[in-house]
Every structure is written in C-alpha cells, then in structure tokens.
C-alpha cells in the first residue's frame, strides 16, 4: 500500500503536472510557473480527494509550500510519520 | 443625508460624542439609532425591507446553528440563502428578467404579456445581502457562532459608515468590535478624520469634477473616437476616485469609533495583471466572491479547463451584482475572459519577454504590464459606462479604433475641459499621486505624515480643507451607492 508522503508527492506531481525530480521540499505556492493560484485550486482539489479531507479558503491560504502543506494535512489528521 | 454633506459631519459629530459619553452597554442602541436614521435619511421607504432582511438572517442564523445534523444545517442555510436572494433578485432583477424575456418574445413572435414594473431598487440591498449569506454560510461551515444579541446583530447589518456601499464586512470580524468596550483614543479620532477628509478630498475635487465631462461624452449622441478614449480613461479615474473615496469615508468614521474596516482599495491601477487588479479593487467583493462562489465551485475540479469555466462563472456573477443590465454582464464575462486569457498565454508571454529581452529590464517590463492592465481594464469600463448594450458597442469599436488614439484627436478632445477645470484637475490628480506614490514607498502616508515637523503636517491639513472647501464640487452621488 502506497505511503502517505508518496501519496502527497504524487498529488504535486497529478496536479501541477511535475516530473519526480521537480517536487522537492522547497517548492511554494508562486515560485513555479506550474504551482499558480489556479494550479493551487487543483492541487487542493487532488489533496482533499487523495486524503479525504476537506480544506476551507482559510486552510487554502495556510498551504503554501510543500511544508506548510505536510503540516496541515498532518492537523487533520493525516500521519506521514507513524504510518 | 448623503457622506458629502454637512448635515452628515454634524449628525456623525453627534454621535461620535454620545458614543464616548455613555456607557458600552448602551452604545449598541445609539448605532442602532444611528444606523437606520442614516438609513431613513436615504431611502425611508425601505427601512422595513431592512428590518425584515435583518430579522430574518438572524433567526435562520439561530435556526442553522440549532440543527443537528450537517445535512440539516445545510437545508436550512440554503433555503435562507434562496430567501435573501429572492428580495434581491425581486426587487433588482425582475425587470431586468422580464424585459429580456419580452425582448426574445417579440424576437420569437410569442405571446408575452407582463409589462415593465415600477420597482424602485432598496438602497445597499446588494451589500447587506452579500453580507446576510456570508454569516449564514459561516454558521454552516462552523466558523461562525450564530449571533443571540439582536441588537449586536443588528448593527452588523446596518452599521452605517459601510451599509451604503461596503466595504463588505465579515460578521468573524465586525461582532467582536462591537462587543468591546472602546475607548476614547487619539489615534483612532486623528486617523479617522484624516480618512474622512481625504475621501471628501477625492470625491470633491476628483470624481465629482470629472462626472461631468464623462457625462458629456457618453451622452453624446455622436462622440468621436478620441473623445470615447479620453473619456474612458477619465472615468476610469472617476470611478476609483469615487468608490475608493466611499470606502476612506467609511473606515474614517468607523475608526473614529474604534471599529477597524477591512481596505477595500490598494492602488488598483498599478496592477500588473488582471488578477493582480481583482487583488486590490473592491477587495472585500473579490473575497467574498473567492470564499462564496469560486472556492466551492472549484471543489474536485482536477482541470485547468474546468477552473476557467467557474473563473468565467464568478465574474459573470460579479457582473449581475453590479447592475441587473446585459451591458454589466458583458463587462463580467469580459474580466472573466481576460482572467482566462490571461492565465492561458502566460507561458508564450513568457518567452516573447524573454525572445524581445524585455525580461532583462524589470521596470520597463512592468510598467508595460501596468500600461496593458490599466487600457484592458478601461476597456471593460467603456460597457460598465455605457446606457445600453448598443452604445456599449458603438463605443467599444470607437475606443479601439487606432484613428481614435491619435495624439492630436487626444489632444484635442481635452478641449472637454475648461482650461480652468483642466489645471484644477491636473493639480489636484498630482495630489493623489504624490500621496499614492509616499504609500508605495512608506506603509502609509499618513504614518509618514505624523513623522514630520508640525507645521509641515497642518500645512497639508489646512491644504485639504480649504481645497474642498474651495474647489470641492458635489452634488453628483456616489456610483457604488447606486448598487
């Protein structure tokens, strides 16, 4: 069974249209061309369906970069540590 | 009682007064007082719409919160939703409708019987009905508690510096400050004050003396190329004069009472973009319509096309808000389409910078970009502007004619003005621009302001009031007031 942190990077990579190799920890809302406001409605979409968790506008702005994103998923109860 | 009047200085005077006077348990009495007497003073006729509006968010708030499961709540909170927008839609759209259906009956050779009906628009019904569905919306989703103080309640949906035309609050935001004691404090009085002045500033000595050469061209019955180019570029200056002034009068007043507005305005026309332009025009209107609209409707949209089709969408909802006219929804689909556009040829425009080397020159480049923003956004404002459908397009295929843009025509439809007028104007728009330009480089002019020497600061003051008081013209309302 895939691991949630593949899961999570495997979203980056379905949403935003990423090769492996261009989904780092790095990565920020606005510092790609891929990852824009409008990619950032679809990575949201793809997250809350990978993860089956709901993000309101609040949560949305909060996700913007790869960690930010690890930490609210982590809030919601998604483990990317202990799993 | 308009905002730019001296019965409304006086009777704002008054309560700032009795607001510090009596104790904070009473002070939601005298808002309310002041809310609907302000109300009253401007459209009498539909205080009861008012109340009843009010009256009813706050039940269907309560009854929403009382619900036990979230399929419940989501019942209720949608058949308030539909209430709401049904007076809106009565009372702003039915005409509207009506006369669009009686248009395609005769086109089709149908029987179609209802006539046009009198019905006069609320005042801010629009306003207050944006602000009714974000609280029922956030009871639903949990982030709001459901307001059991009527009086509290009522005040958010009247509160009179921001019921005429916004900015449209958030009840999350508003309710606290309602609720705590505020006290006298110079800073609040000194702010708002200079914010009230500065509105007046703008509204007087900028918006309301160009309406009427605006007017004078869109009138017209045969305007030519150059005057439709010179006079949209106006009214593009006009309209954030005005609205923008609407929204400095109403945090001014709202400051002087302690209470903090959301801005609405941050230099719209220096957006390099047209989704950098929705990020500081009517900002609380594009939040709204991000939170409400575009957010749920991109909810499992996996496509860029699929997000393009609810950006179009949400504009087009923008456009209806504006005015129950074809020639506002044609002004939404338009900035939807620029959005869309926009977003589609990023990556070619990209690489033309680059291929052209304008990419190496970061301020040439954006300047550009400010340039192309500010014409596409005058564009649109050509059918914001226009009386009908008709002229919207006469004068949008006047407005990009290329012999319209001739600098002689240009020069010579200045002949608009008065050479008085003309150097009234000129000095003053340099007055907004210097104060726009200290923001851009300071976090506010005003902050800059305090830092120099006393007689440099009232200096500044005497110059803003005499200013008004002088070359202020009036007399014309606000064009968000009228939505």
Same mark, same amino acid.
């Given at each position: 069974?895939?691991?949630?942190?593949?899961?999570?990077?495997?979203?980056?990579?379905?949403?935003?249209?990423?090769?492996? +190799?261009?989904?780092?920890?790095?990565?920020?809302?606005?510092?790609?061309?891929?990852?824009?406001?409008?990619?950032?409605?679809?990575?949201?979409?793809?997250?809350?369906? %990978?993860? +089956? %968790?709901?993000? +309101?506008?609040?949560?949305?702005?909060?996700?913007?970069?790869?960690?930010?994103?690890?930490?609210?998923?982590?809030?919601?109860?998604? +483990?990317?540590?202990?799993? | 009682?308009?905002?730019?009047?001296?019965?409304?200085?006086?009777?704002?005077?008054?309560?700032?007064?009795?607001?510090?006077?009596?104790?904070?348990?009473?002070?939601?009495?005298?808002?309310?007082?002041?809310?609907?007497?302000?109300?009253?003073?401007?459209?009498?006729?539909?205080?009861?719409?008012?109340?009843?509006?009010?009256?009813?968010?706050?039940?269907?708030?309560?009854?929403?919160?009382?619900?036990?499961?979230?399929?419940?709540?989501?019942?209720?909170?949608?058949?308030?939703?539909?209430?709401?927008?049904?007076?809106?839609?009565?009372?702003?759209?039915?005409?509207?409708?009506?006369?669009?259906?009686?248009?395609?009956?005769?086109?089709?050779?149908?029987?179609?019987?209802?006539?046009?009906?009198?019905?006069?628009?609320?005042?801010?019904?629009?306003?207050?009905?944006?602000?009714?569905?974000?609280?029922?919306?956030?009871?639903?989703?949990?982030?709001?508690?459901?307001?059991? #103080?009527?009086?509290?309640?009522?005040?958010?949906?009247?509160?009179?510096?921001?019921?005429?035309?916004?900015?449209?609050?958030?009840?999350?935001?508003?309710?606290? =400050? &309602?609720?705590?004691? =505020?006290?006298?404090?110079?800073?609040?009085?000194?702010?708002?004050?200079?914010?009230?002045?500065?509105?007046?500033?703008?509204?007087?000595?900028?918006?309301?003396?160009?309406?009427?050469?605006?007017?004078?061209?869109?009138?017209?019955?045969?305007?030519?190329?150059?005057?439709? @180019?010179?006079?949209?570029?106006?009214?593009?200056?006009?309209?954030?004069?005005?609205?923008?002034?609407?929204?400095?009068?109403?945090?001014?007043?709202?400051?002087?009472?302690?209470?903090? *507005?959301?801005?609405?305005?941050?230099?719209? #026309?220096?957006?390099?973009?047209?989704?950098? &332009?929705?990020?500081?025009?009517?900002?609380?209107?594009?939040?709204?319509?991000?939170?409400?609209?575009?957010?749920?409707?991109?909810?499992?949209?996996?496509?860029?096309?699929?997000?393009?089709?609810?950006?179009?969408?949400?504009?087009?909802?923008?456009? !209806?808000?504006?005015?129950?006219?074809?020639?506002?929804?044609?002004?939404?689909? !338009?900035?939807?389409?620029?959005? @869309?556009?926009?977003? #589609?040829?990023?990556? @070619?425009?990209?690489?033309?910078?680059?291929?052209?080397?304008?990419?190496?020159?970061?301020?040439? #480049?954006?300047?550009?970009?400010?340039?192309?923003?500010?014409?596409?956004?005058?564009?649109?404002?050509?059918?914001?502007?226009?009386?009908?459908?008709?002229?919207?397009?006469?004068?949008?295929?006047?407005?990009?004619?290329?012999?319209?843009?001739?600098?002689?025509?240009?020069?010579?439809?200045?002949?608009?003005?008065?050479?008085?007028?003309?150097?009234?104007?000129?000095?003053?728009?340099?007055?907004?621009?210097?104060?726009?330009?200290?923001?851009?480089?300071?976090?506010?002019?005003?902050?800059?302001?305090?830092?120099?020497?006393?007689?440099?600061?009232?200096?500044?003051?005497? *110059?803003?009031?005499?200013?008004?008081?002088?070359?202020?013209?009036?007399? =014309?309302?606000?064009?968000?007031?009228?939505?």
């Amino acid at each position: 069974m895939m691991k949630n942190i593949e899961k999570y990077r495997n979203a980056f990579m379905d949403a935003l249209e990423l090769e492996e +190799d261009e989904v780092s920890e790095d990565l920020a809302l606005g510092e790609t061309s891929e990852w824009d406001s409008l990619g950032h409605m679809i990575l949201i979409s793809t997250m809350e369906d %990978v993860f +089956d %968790v709901s993000l +309101d506008s609040e949560w949305m702005t909060e996700f913007d970069s790869y960690q930010s994103g690890m930490q609210l998923l982590n809030r919601l109860g998604v +483990d990317f540590v202990n799993e | 009682m308009t905002f730019i009047s001296i019965e409304f200085l006086i009777f704002f005077t008054v309560i700032v007064f009795a607001y510090y006077l009596i104790p904070h348990r009473w002070r939601w009495v005298l808002l309310l007082a002041a809310s609907y007497s302000f109300y009253a003073s401007l459209s009498s006729y539909f205080v009861l719409l008012l109340l009843l509006s009010t009256a009813f968010s706050y039940s269907t708030g309560i009854m929403i919160e009382k619900q036990e499961t979230k399929e419940q709540k989501k019942k209720v909170m949608l058949a308030g939703i539909c209430v709401l927008l049904f007076f809106l839609g009565w009372f702003k759209y039915f005409n509207f409708v009506n006369d669009s259906i009686r248009a395609i009956s005769a086109y089709m050779d149908w029987n179609y019987a209802i006539p046009y009906q009198e019905i006069v628009l609320p005042l801010a019904i629009s306003f207050y009905t944006f602000q009714a569905v974000s609280y029922l919306v956030d009871i639903y989703r949990g982030k709001q508690k459901a307001e059991r #103080h009527y009086g509290y309640f009522s005040i958010y949906f009247a509160f009179f510096p921001q019921l005429v035309a916004g900015p449209i609050e958030r009840a999350k935001k508003l309710l606290p =400050q &309602f609720k705590v004691e =505020q006290t006298l404090k110079y800073e609040n009085l000194s702010y708002g004050m200079k914010r009230i002045a500065w509105g007046f500033f703008k509204k007087t000595l900028i918006a309301d003396r160009l309406a009427p050469i605006v007017a004078s061209v869109y009138d017209s019955p045969d305007p030519t190329g150059s005057q439709i @180019v010179l006079a949209t570029v106006l009214f593009s200056i006009q309209l954030y004069a005005d609205f923008s002034a609407l929204s400095d009068i109403a945090i001014g007043c709202a400051r002087m009472l302690g209470i903090k *507005l959301t801005e609405n305005f941050k230099q719209p #026309h220096l957006a390099v973009s047209i989704a950098d &332009f929705w990020s500081r025009w009517h900002i609380t209107l594009s939040a709204w319509l991000r939170d409400y609209i575009f957010v749920p409707l991109c909810k499992g949209r996996k496509k860029r096309s699929e997000i393009y089709l609810v950006i179009i969408i949400t504009f087009l909802i923008s456009g !209806i808000w504006h005015g129950a006219a074809w020639s506002f929804v044609l002004w939404g689909l !338009i900035h939807g389409f620029y959005r @869309v556009f926009g977003d #589609h040829t990023k990556h @070619v425009r990209g690489k033309m910078a680059t291929f052209t080397q304008l990419d190496r020159s970061p301020t040439l #480049h954006k300047w550009m970009k400010i340039a192309t923003t500010f014409l596409l956004v005058c564009f649109s404002r050509v059918f914001f502007r226009s009386d009908s459908v008709t002229a919207a397009f006469e004068n949008a295929q006047l407005f990009l004619t290329p012999s319209s843009w001739r600098p002689s025509g240009i020069i010579e439809a200045f002949e608009l003005f008065s050479l008085l007028d003309l150097v009234i104007f000129t000095f003053f728009f340099v007055i907004v621009q210097l104060f726009h330009y200290i923001e851009r480089k300071n976090a506010s002019t005003w902050n800059w302001l305090s830092q120099r020497p006393a007689f440099a600061r009232y200096a500044v003051y005497v *110059l803003l009031i005499v200013s008004i008081l002088v070359f202020g013209a009036s007399g =014309q309302g606000f064009v968000y007031g009228g939505f």
